[in-house]
């Protein structure tokens, strides 16, 4: 029998080991768009360690055609079936189950389990898309070793992948061809892959530390090959260094990367067949920018130690999400800035990690959908693929690194896959790898991983000038009932000549001469004392972004200037230039609020600090760049009681017009010594040059004259690379400028280039300039296509979540697109709408009136019947 089942919420506490295990997995794919015909083969045994002997079988959007137990063709009434699940009551001891579905991939427009983008078939099954493929214990604890066949029109679909390493293939006699692979390694059902493709590829053989042969291969479609040189050199850097960094090698005859145009995530890490979103594998200088390279080496570089951070090692069950996704991230941060290979090229990358815990995470902790890095409870999986999960996830890897040191924190993860390998484990197994290996008490770190909320640190200091004592009182605060948290609070000293004072630390351990030191907050509050200090010291405090917590320290005007200038942490020099910015741009939002834009001032010391970093070319360019950023909207809201985005905006642009102004010979000079000529190339050095060059030009086209216009629309004609030229025109759009005809040129230029194309609906959409009515007008070009993950999330995410001011327009016109939209969306693919609807989530912190149309807004979706990933968010929205 059928029966609906609603929506429930799935908590933690409940977890029970699956009632039946399965040794081995074969699969037959006869793959045709409309109908897809799936054999399965799965061998089961009962688990001693579970009650239950019922196997339960999840499936969704497929048809059972036959179902066999041990030989036997079972009848309806021999098994329960519903809408998500089917249950073989009193199942014997070993069981061999052959399913027979069939699914329509051309109609799966979900892009969650088997689906066709551009007339090819792909999969993706994290977190639950194998069950829109055959019936099966879709779970994570849930491994077995996979053979599959693949069979597909040969002319229509000439290449056929599965993951691990291909054994067979062959000519059929219908016109067809067949692939047979086999994973030599355990896995859950969510790393099953595979492709059926018009494919080309670039292939290399490379050679691992073990001196074994394997073959890479990057596989894109025709016209796409000249953009595949970068994702590769990434791919063999990734290899090189988690065999250097951490003695993990490839285990498999080869590794494929496969790029695909429709694909709701940035890429997956299915065992030995990578799928990404083409986004993070396509780039030549042509099309792509900086930011663009940056972005392919940390994402293949991230999935691929995802083969030992994930796939040897798995999660028990989708709770433990950080488990895997904190610990990569951390990897593939590491490798980054390793790749740079500088101090200050690390600090640049540490200096971005900050920002998008700031624009994203703490808003996330602060909001409607907070959780802990392992969550107790969800409705939908896929909600909690968050920057919470993810990047606070990799901030909490990060502080065992911090205690441990870099050789300890090696040890326990050395000890983690000794003990864990080929298993699926919780955060609590990682925890105690950390501990055990150094011999280190980490019970109370745990709260990192059970209570939500970014902590709040605030430090006080006194200095006993006779006895030449510095204290340093630190405290912590998080949510309600929270129990203290482990923090790791990184301090130097500095001096009255800008130097790092030596450290004497109370009862501390620290090397001799130290400049920082790690202090341990584990109370309330605690007393920190450094000895032999011979002037007060301006403290340095939280180095690195020790941890992620907000820090309260009431620094002066003077002390902020003082490490601005000279802190020797580019980190904590960078947050004193943001905090003496933001410390402005909170009181011109006020005075904008409450008397309008009319009389404003920016005082000259702000202005000459910034002139000073600007100028100085001791300092790396990235650096520079990004000392000379203002904190962006949203993070000024966050600051904010009550959010006005009208005055935000209007008091930043301010301050960028006044500094363009005061700063214009000093910018202009900037410009042109930060040139990059010759062939381009992503390298760092390169890469920050063009990004120094490119601010200066923002700030001078804030308000330009024809000789500011006539620059950048000078950079844009000459411009050799995709960077240069996609800064002048977003320089242009954003300044109010008529960048008509240069929207037209770049459009004409690209028009075949989808990714190019997403760049010139994102620039249009987070224009100031551009209002609700010129979002649904661009979403009536021809090039627009709701349906693509890439193109939606180009104008209508850009326009929501990074045009504020517009976004936010009184009128409420704009939350009236968002509702529309999100329930056009759900209807498509419930995980991009559900991203979508994530933009209303802080509704409740505006001022009453835009409350109110927001309020009506979220309302308006909720009347409507929704997928599990839409009404959690906003259900969960309203409640609050």
């Known amino acids: 029998m059928r029966t609906d089942s609603s929506p429930t919420t799935i908590f933690r506490q409940d977890y029970t080991p699956p009632a039946f295990l399965v040794e081995t997995v074969e699969l037959g794919f006869d793959l045709a768009p409309a109908r897809t015909v799936v ?20 499936g969704e959007e497929i048809e059972l055609v036959q179902l066999r137990l041990n030989g036997q063709t079972l009848e309806a009434g021999d098994y329960q079936l519903n809408e998500s699940t089917l249950t073989i009551r009193s199942a014997p001891a070993e069981a061999v189950l052959e399913i027979e579905t069939l699914c329509a991939p051309a109609e799966n427009t979900a892009l969650s389990g088997l689906y066709v983008s551009n007339g090819n078939f792909y999969t993706q099954c994290e977190a639950e898309g194998f069950r829109r493929i055959t019936y099966f214990p879709d779970r ?69 530390a073990d001196g074994r042969d394997v073959l890479l291969q990057v596989w894109v479609e025709e016209g796409n090959l000249d953009k595949t040189d970068y994702a590769m050199q990434s791919l063999k850097n990734s290899i090189r260094w988690d065999e250097e960094r951490w003695g993990l090698e490839l285990d498999l005859d080869r590794f494929m990367i496969v790029a695909v145009g429709d694909f709701n995530m940035g890429a997956m890490e299915n065992k030995g067949l990578n799928i990404f979103n083409t986004k993070f594998v396509l780039a030549n200088p042509r099309t792509a920018t900086d930011v663009d390279y940056a972005g392919i080496e940390a994402v293949v570089g991230h999935e691929y130690f995802h083969n030992w951070t994930g796939n040897r090692v798995t999660c028990r069950d989708w709770f433990q999400l950080s488990l895997k996704e904190g610990l990569t991230v951390f990897r593939d941060q590491e490798f980054s800035a390793d790749m740079i290979g500088t101090d200050t090229g690390r600090a640049v990358t540490r200096i971005d990690q900050v920002r998008t815990l ?37 901030e909490v890897v990060r502080m065992y690194q911090t205690l441990l040191g870099r050789d300890g924190f090696r040890k326990g993860m050395d000890l983690y896959f000794e003990r864990h390998d080929g298993q ?17 008490d980490l019970s109370q770190f745990e709260r990192w991983y059970s209570q939500a909320g970014t902590p709040v640190v605030t430090a ?36 009255a000549d800008g130097r790092d004072l030596p450290l004497h630390l109370e009862h501390g351990k620290h090397a001799k001469g130290a400049t920082t030191v790690v202090l341990e907050l584990t109370g309330q509050e605690q007393i920190f004392r450094f000895r032999n200090v011979d002037e007060r010291p301006i403290p340095s405090i939280l180095r690195d972004f020790s941890a992620p917590v907000i820090l309260e320290y009431d620094y002066t005007d003077d002390e902020l200037l003082h490490l601005f200038n000279h802190d020797s942490d580019p980190v904590n020099r960078w947050e004193a230039g943001q905090r003496l910015a933001m410390e402005r741009l909170l009181k011109l939002t006020a005075q904008v609020a409450a008397h309008g834009d009319a009389n404003l001032k920016l005082d000259h ?23 000379l950023i203002l904190p962006s909207e949203t993070i000024i809201a966050e600051q904010m009681d009550v959010v006005d985005p009208q005055a935000i905006h209007k008091a930043r642009q ?42 200066c030009l923002s700030y001078l086209m804030v308000a330009p004259g024809a000789d500011e216009l006539k ?143 927001m309020k009506q807004a979220l309302e308006q979706v909720a009347a409507h019947k929704l997928s599990n990933d839409v009404a959690e968010v906003v259900t969960k929205a309203l409640a609050n």
């Open 39 to 58: 054999a399965n083969r799965i061998t089961l045994r009962r688990n001693p360690d579970a009650a239950s002997h019922d196997i339960v079988l999840y």
């Open 140 to 208: 994570p604890d849930v491994m077995a070793k996979y053979t599959v066949m693949l069979r597909a029109d040969k002319q229509q679909y000439p290449v056929l992948l599965g993951n691990g390493n291909l054994i067979e293939q062959g000519d059929l006699d219908d016109g067809r061809h067949y692939a047979k692979w086999e994973d030599p390694f355990k896995k859950p059902s969510y790393l099953f892959a595979l492709v059926a493709a018009k494919l080309v590829c670039q292939e290399e053989r490379f050679k691992l």
């Open 358 to 394: 700031r624009q994203a995470q703490f808003p996330e902790d602060a909001g409607p959908m907070s959780h802990p890095v392992r969550p107790d409870s969800f409705v939908e999986i896929n909600n909690f693929y968050t920057v919470t999960v993810y990047e606070k996830g990799a």
């Open 424 to 440: 699926a484990v919780t955060c609590d197994d990682f925890r105690a790898a950390m501990a055990d290996a150094n011999r280190r």
């Open 460 to 495: 006080r200091t006194r200095y006993d000038a006779v006895k030449r004592n510095f204290d340093i009182i630190l405290s912590q605060r998080g949510q309600a009932e929270q129990q203290p948290f482990h923090i790791p609070v990184a301090v130097g000293l500095l001096g």
């Open 605 to 627: 010391t702000f202005i000459n600090a910034m002139r000073a970093v600007l100028t100085d070319a001791t300092l790396d360019p990235a650096f520079r760049e990004l000392a």
């Open 654 to 695: 301010f301050m960028r017009r006044t500094i363009g102004a005061a700063l214009k010979q000093e910018l202009l000079a900037q410009y042109q010594a930060n040139q990059t000529p010759g062939e381009y190339s992503p390298d760092a050095a390169s890469a920050g040059k063009r990004a120094l060059k490119n601010l």
């Open 711 to 853: 620059l950048a629309q000078q950079q844009f004609d000459n411009a050799s690379n995709m960077t240069d030229r996609s800064a002048a025109l977003v320089a242009m759009i954003h300044s109010g400028a008529d960048a008509g005809p240069y929207l037209k040129s770049f459009y004409a230029d690209f028009e075949h280039e989808a990714l190019v194309i997403d760049k010139w609906f994102a620039m249009q959409a987070s224009a100031p300039t551009s209002d609700v009515a010129a979002v649904r007008k661009l979403m009536e070009h021809p090039a627009f296509n709701l349906k693509n993950p890439n193109r939606a999330r180009s104008l209508i995410f850009n326009f929501t979540n990074a045009n504020p001011a517009r976004f936010h327009a009184a009128d409420g016109s704009a939350y009236a697109f968002w509702a529309e939209f999100v329930i056009k969306l759900d209807a498509i693919n419930p995980q991009v709408a559900a991203r979508l609807a994530r933009a209303m989530d802080r509704w409740r912190r505006y001022a009453p009136a835009l409350q109110a149309k």
